[in-house]
């Protein structure tokens, strides 16, 4: 089996490599290629996978190449994680927005459309490599942010793809931990948009323990997102971290204003794991990596992959097409639910009627998406404002003018409309 990661030069990947080094019992993997126009990075990065395949042990071969059409020739799967722009454009998105007012974010609000825009092409292009060169049975496994609205341009293209988050799978362990539970054995009702999800049920045993979490938990649970425990027995759900850009607006914009930014926080971890990956002595998934983000990343990947190549049918949190799973938005618009999930494709399990408040905003944000995919496929700058004015979080014309005058002016270079 051969598994391409298109950019492998990430210094997220060593924790993939590590899951797949532990996990070559359930998944039988005889290649891995990373590919990245970062050679020197990539390099880097390929060295310490094959020390870590090396040290568990696993006869898997890790591949290290720039060329894109070889590394996914003939695979199994390919797991996308691309950055375009890099951590200095991550640093425009977190910030420019603050000079409207608005949340500076990389996956959300303006700051997560300008990476839409620049990242739908390039997911666009990569993936129609995929479909002349990859097995015609192989999956497309979006890691990509915005997730949501990346997987949709991948679905809407005609590709075999899946969109995966991190958010779900952390809950979860989260909430097995607190509850002295076997991981495996708690299921989440999770429902909504990628960034943009609420737990409404914990499932252990066939017994909803979620009243329990926020009855005995509250200040864990609410600490692991973000959100003021008053506001999560209010709901009666366990938002994801992502909705405190909604629920508690004005104080996080009041913090961003004067704190760092995550892209730069990030650039000092990278630089620190990039030291280490250089060290021929690293053989293990270095302490620092905790702190780059993307918690159980390597499982949520790993389980996934278990589904969709082997016989390992399970259930799992994914980006998948409505398709009536959710009502009250279009079938062809994505949503992140639990799905069966085995070789034979991804099913959506029944999903409990959302209430009003949040199915309203989940339709909001989707009418943003879907604008947004328009924008980032068809360029211009017209459908850009149009976009960012139904956004929940602009929702005013001069704002939305202004910002699309800072984003194209940020991101000229990778909006061949703009140029």
């Known amino acids: 089996m051969k598994i391409a990661v298109v950019g492998g030069a990430s210094t ?105 825009l620049r990242t739908v092409p390039v997911m666009l292009d990569v993936a129609e490599v995929v479909r002349a060169h990859a097995k015609p049975t192989a999956w497309i496994v979006d890691f990509t942010n915005p997730v949501g609205i990346v997987t949709r341009a991948l679905l809407e293209a005609g590709h075999r793809a899946v969109g995966l988050c991190n958010v779900a799978i952390t809950l979860q362990r989260t909430f097995a931990g607190l509850l002295q539970a076997d991981p495996l054995q708690v299921h989440l009702q999770h429902v909504g948009l990628n960034h943009l999800t609420w737990e409404r049920a914990v499932d252990v045993d066939g017994v909803d323990m979620l009243p329990v979490l926020l009855r005995d938990h509250l200040a864990d649970v609410a600490g692991a997102v973000d959100l003021p425990p008053a506001l999560l027995t209010f709901l009666g759900a366990v938002p994801s971290s992502y909705l405190q850009y909604y629920y508690t607006h004005d104080a996080v914009l009041s913090r961003q204003l004067t704190s760092p930014t995550r892209a730069e926080a990030v650039m000092a971890i990278e630089e620190a794991l990039l030291k280490e990956y250089a060290d021929p002595r690293v053989n293990t998934k270095p302490e620092a990596l905790k702190g780059r983000g993307g918690a159980f990343y390597s499982e949520a990947a790993i389980e996934l992959f278990g589904s969709l190549l082997g016989n390992d049918e399970g259930r799992h949190v994914v980006n998948l097409r409505n398709d009536g799973a959710l009502p009250f938005l279009p079938d062809d618009h994505v949503i992140e639910v639990p799905a069966v999930v085995n070789a034979d494709g991804i099913t959506a399990l029944p999903i409990a009627e959302v209430p009003t408040d949040m199915a309203g905003l989940i339709s909001h944000v989707a009418a943003y998406e879907r604008l947004a995919l328009d924008a980032a496929v068809h360029g211009g700058r017209d459908r850009v404002t149009r976009a960012l004015l139904a956004h ?25 409309w703009a140029r």
């Open 12 to 116: 997220y990947t060593p924790e993939l490599m590590d899951g797949l080094a532990r996990s070559r019992d359930q998944i039988a993997v005889d290649e891995v290629w990373l590919v990245d126009p970062d050679r020197t990075r990539l390099e880097l990065v390929a060295g310490v996978s094959t020390r870590m395949f090396a040290r568990e042990g696993h006869p898997g071969r890790v591949v290290a190449t720039t060329d894109l059409v070889a590394a996914v020739s003939d695979a199994d799967a390919v797991l996308i994680q691309l950055r375009v722009g890099g951590q200095r454009a991550r640093h425009g998105d977190e910030t420019w927005p603050h000079l409207c007012g608005c949340i500076g974010q990389e996956t959300t609000g303006p700051g997560g459309f300008a990476k839409a």
């Open 392 to 416: 929940p979080l602009v929702g005013q014309y001069e704002p939305a003018e202004k910002l699309t005058d800072l984003l194209v002016s940020e991101n000229k270079d990778y909006l061949a």
